[in-house]
């Protein structure tokens, strides 16, 4: 029930159909409390003072593409060997990302000191695009939680710059 409901953003994307509702209704019969699994994922997000204060920046640092549709942030190996063995990066900030206004998709870029790029994507409902802009880099995922990793020794901002034009291009053809 956990991972249906975190892949399809909470029943609300295209993802969820009448039979994911017929699965979840037959979970629910055969007993899974779902309130029970709400209060436990909840307790599972908690975060330390130190990951709050660090979600703060990441807002702070957010910028904006595309007329405002795409937000995106990059994060260092500095903060990546900081803060990812207390909470990802991706997920602390992504879902606040795609609750600003007019914001269609969120990309979080992890920049390594090898050279390696990452990007986490996801979109809203409005805008499948995340599998197509995925793949563009030979990454992978669906329309709503996908992802790539560059390691040609491209510069982090020459990749982001490529994401965010074909992001935009996507989002052009909704």
Do not use: W
Request: proline share 4%; hydrophobic share 45%; charged share 20%.
């Amino acid at each position: 029930m956990v991972s249906i409901l975190g892949d399809t953003q909470g029943l609300t994307n295209q993802l969820a159909s009448a039979e994911t509702y017929r699965i979840m209704a037959a979970m629910v019969e055969a007993g899974v409390d779902r309130p029970a699994l709400e209060e436990k994922r909840r307790e599972a997000g908690k975060m330390p003072l130190e990951i709050y204060r660090y979600k703060a920046e990441l807002i702070r640092r957010s910028q904006f593409a595309a007329d405002g549709r795409v937000a995106y942030v990059s994060v260092p190996q500095s903060e990546i060997n900081q803060y990812s063995p207390l909470y990802n990066p991706a997920p602390l900030i992504q879902n606040d990302m795609l609750q600003t206004a007019g914001v269609l998709a969120a990309i979080v870029f992890k920049a390594y000191d090898d050279g390696r790029i990452t990007a986490a994507i996801r979109c809203n409902a409005a805008a499948p695009i995340g599998a197509k802009l995925a793949e563009h880099f030979g990454g992978g995922g669906h329309d709503f939680a996908s992802g790539f990793k560059v390691t040609d020794g491209r510069r982090l901002d020459d990749v982001q710059a490529e994401c965010l034009a074909a992001a935009a291009e996507l989002l052009g053809t909704l």
